[in-house]
Every structure is written in structure tokens, then in C-alpha cells.
């Protein structure tokens, strides 16, 4: 069998290369995502590493399968009665394979070829083919609307004027300063409270605010004491609370201050029974901005899951963290559109109070469309 391994930005350009040495019975024989080296190990590059090749007697059957289509239920049930065939078990695997890199290859495919780099760029990204296909056709009908070619760069700069009329109705920015209680939500391991600390330095340091901290997380006692650390280096009071009766007293302690940083429990909040603990604890009637945290890290549904759990409460915004750690913040886009949530922060390291942005519709289109450039 003739091979050849093929190295692209995206699945789309790859396919095209195969497409172009072995026509339509090339064969998928493995496809995986390899990184490359970014600036300071940041952004590191996502390509797509393909290898493909011809043998007229292994593909007799494969010119459809370049085609996006369904399985043929006869030989999807000839696979079934021949388990124990390690050849046909690889057959089935490069067909999954290939179904799914030409159902990405379809949406490119319908547009002319001065638009698939930035097509690619959006999927590289990580934004969903919805986005992308939205983004995709308002670029395709200002091509045709123009007499002139558009060059690159005028490409590239409708193309953020499409990304930011996906995201206009939402908030941007983040402690408004109008109400006294900031109250902090997430789950473990998103780095919360290194978060709030940012957040109540800039407070301290550049709005010259008399602030304190309540911690409800009494379960991790390492959450407690790098609270306490970072209050006693902005000189602030910290109020440990366990129950409805230590938080109304802790509010009354605070009452002289002019914002109350509230550091709840870091759980697994895809769990009813937590999410219930914090609305029995904290009164969300108060005077009070909430903000939930989510890290760039975890998977898109599992964020997903947690938006979920706190629709019903009053979230102002979204603040992501760990954004040095991802190579793409696509699903912070797709997450904030779906669920009609704005940005207040966004946090690229664990230095206080620096590794921290304030969102804007500029920062997050810039960062966006920097990718691995940065």
C-alpha cells in the first residue's frame, strides 16, 4: 500500500492534499492532533497529522467513503458477523475516522478558497460549527457584494466585525462598584480564590476601597489559610462562616466596609445537593454582584454542566481562568453565547494582583483572533 503522512493546519486543508496525490479512493489509514512548540510554551500550535494511501485491493469498496454519508446497513452488518477480524476492526476505525474528518470537511468546502484560512482559524479555535458557519456565510455574502477581491486583511477585519455582533447584547468589564457584596461561585480547582484575591487588589490598589473577605469553604483548611494570606497583605479583616447564623453575623461585622468579597465553597457543583447548600446559605436578594469562575482546562460540557446547575441564580458574569494553560478559548466564546453571559475577567497565571484582564469586546476579539501568534 502506497502511503503518505500529511501534516496540516486542520483536517479540511489535509484532505485537500490527499484528495490531490490519490484521488478518490485514498484511504485515512490514521489521523491525530500533534502540537507544536508556542511562544514561552504558550498557545502551542494544534495541526492535524494524517496519514493516508491507495491499494486498489484494500479499498475495492472505499470511493464512498469520501463522500459525508451513512454507512451501507449490508456491509455494516457484514462487519457485525466478522468480530473477529482485526482487519475488518481497523476497516471500521478508519471509516469513523473518515466520516467525521469529511463531515468537518464539508463545511470548508462551500466556500471559496480566500475564505479556508480563516474558516480554519475559527475552528481551530475551537468555536462550534454553528459560529463558524454563521461567521462563515456573512464573510461569503460581503465577497460577493464586493466588485473588487477583498484582500486578507479586510477579510480578517469583517470577520471581527461578525465575531463581535455574535457577542453585542452581552455584559463586558467587571466589578461595577455599585453594589457592596461581591460574591465569588465555582468549582474546586478553578483557582477561586486566587481569583478573588486579584479581584479585591485591584479593588484596593486602584479604587482605594475598604474591602473584607467571608469564606464559606470550611472544607479545604488550605482554602482558609491562603485566604488569610492574601487579606493580611491588603490589610483586610477575613470572617470564617459555617452556618446561616455566622454569615448574618459576619455581614453585620463588615457593615462599615465598602465591598464584601464572598468566597464560597469550592465543590463539585454538577451536584444538585451543593449548589442547594450555597442558595440556603447565601441570600442572593442582598445587595450583591455574583460571579461565576470556570477554568479553561476543563472540558467545554463539563463547564457546561456547572452553567447549568446555576441558571437560576443571579449571575452578572463569567470570569475564566487559566488561559496561559489552553491553546484555544473557543469554548469560553461558545459558552458565553449560549448561555447569553457577559465576561468580567479573564486570568492568564497565579502571580496577584497582575495575572489578571479585565474583559472588553476588544481584549477577547483580539485574543481570539492572536491564537497561537501570541
Given at each position: ?11 479540511p486543508a489535509?484532505?485537500?492534499k490527499?484528495r490531490?496525490?490519490?484521488g478518490?479512493?485514498?484511504v ?10 508556542g ?9 492535524i497529522?494524517?496519514v ?5 485491493a ?8 469520501l463522500?459525508?454519508t ?16 482485526e ?7 478508519h ?12 463545511v470548508?468546502?462551500k466556500?471559496?478558497?480566500e ?8 475552528e ?5 460549527q ?6 462563515g456565510?456573512?464573510?461569503f ?6 466588485k ?7 477579510l ?12 453585542e447584547?452581552l ?24 481569583t478573588?484575591?486579584?479581584m479585591?487588589a ?7 476601597q ?6 464559606t469553604?470550611t472544607?479545604r ?6 485566604l488569610?494570606?492574601y487579606?493580611?497583605?491588603?490589610q483586610?479583616?477575613?470572617e470564617?462562616?459555617?452556618n446561616?447564623q455566622?454569615y448574618?453575623?459576619?455581614?453585620a461585622?463588615?457593615?462599615h466596609?465598602d465591598?464584601?468579597f464572598?468566597?464560597?465553597?469550592g ?8 449548589v442547594?447548600?450555597?442558595?440556603a ?11 461565576l469562575v ?14 447549568q446547575?446555576?441558571?437560576a ?17 473557543g469554548?469560553m ?7 447569553n ?17 479585565e474583559?472588553?469586546?476588544e481584549?477577547v ?10
Open positions: 500500500m502506497k502511503m503518505k503522512k500529511y501534516v496540516e493546519p486542520s483536517m489535509a484532505m485537500k490527499v490531490a496525490d490519490f478518490e479512493d485514498a485515512i489509514v490514521n489521523s491525530k492532533v500533534v502540537y507544536s512548540k511562544f514561552l510554551g504558550l498557545f502551542k500550535k494544534k495541526s497529522e494524517v493516508a494511501g491507495l491499494d486498489r484494500e479499498v475495492r469498496e472505499s470511493a464512498p467513503l463522500a459525508p451513512q454507512v451501507d446497513p449490508i456491509f455494516d452488518n457484514h462487519i457485525q458477523t466478522e468480530q473477529n477480524s482487519e475488518i476492526k481497523k476497516e471500521i476505525a471509516l469513523k475516522v473518515l466520516m467525521q474528518s469529511m463531515q468537518r470537511y464539508s470548508g468546502s466556500y471559496p478558497d475564505l479556508l484560512p480563516l474558516i480554519e482559524q475559527l481551530q479555535q475551537e468555536l462550534n454553528e459560529l463558524v458557519t454563521l461567521i456565510d456573512e464573510l455574502a460581503v465577497m460577493k457584494s464586493n473588487e477581491d477583498l484582500s486578507q486583511e479586510e480578517l477585519n469583517q470577520a471581527k466585525k461578525s465575531f463581535i455582533a455574535k457577542m447584547q455584559p463586558f468589564g467587571g466589578i461595577s462598584y455599585e453594589k457592596k457584596y461581591i460574591n465569588v461561585l465555582g468549582p474546586t480547582g478553578v483557582g477561586k480564590t486566587t478573588i484575591a486579584k479585591a485591584r479593588a484596593v490598589l486602584e479604587k482605594k475598604k474591602i473584607g473577605f467571608i469564606t469553604d472544607y483548611i488550605g482554602a482558609i489559610e491562603q488569610k494570606t487579606a493580611n497583605l491588603l483586610a479583616p477575613v470564617i462562616v459555617y446561616k455566622d448574618e453575623q459576619a455581614l461585622k463588615f457593615e466596609l465591598l464584601i464572598i468566597d464560597t465553597a465543590r463539585n457543583y454538577k451536584e444538585v445537593k451543593y442547594e447548600d450555597v442558595k446559605l447565601i441570600d442572593f436578594d442582598k445587595n450583591m454582584e455574583s460571579f470556570l477554568s479553561m482546562t476543563s472540558k467545554e460540557r463539563d463547564m457546561e454542566a456547572i452553567i446547575q446555576f441558571l441564580f443571579p449571575i452578572a458574569k463569567l470570569i475564566f481562568t487559566k488561559l496561559d494553560e489552553t491553546n484555544s478559548i469554548s466564546i461558545n459558552l458565553m453565547v449560549k448561555y453571559k457577559g465576561l468580567a475577567y479573564y486570568t492568564t497565571g497565579q502571580e496577584v494582583p497582575e495575572d489578571i484582564e474583559a472588553s469586546f481584549s476579539v483580539e485574543l481570539f483572533f492572536q491564537g497561537d501568534k501570541k
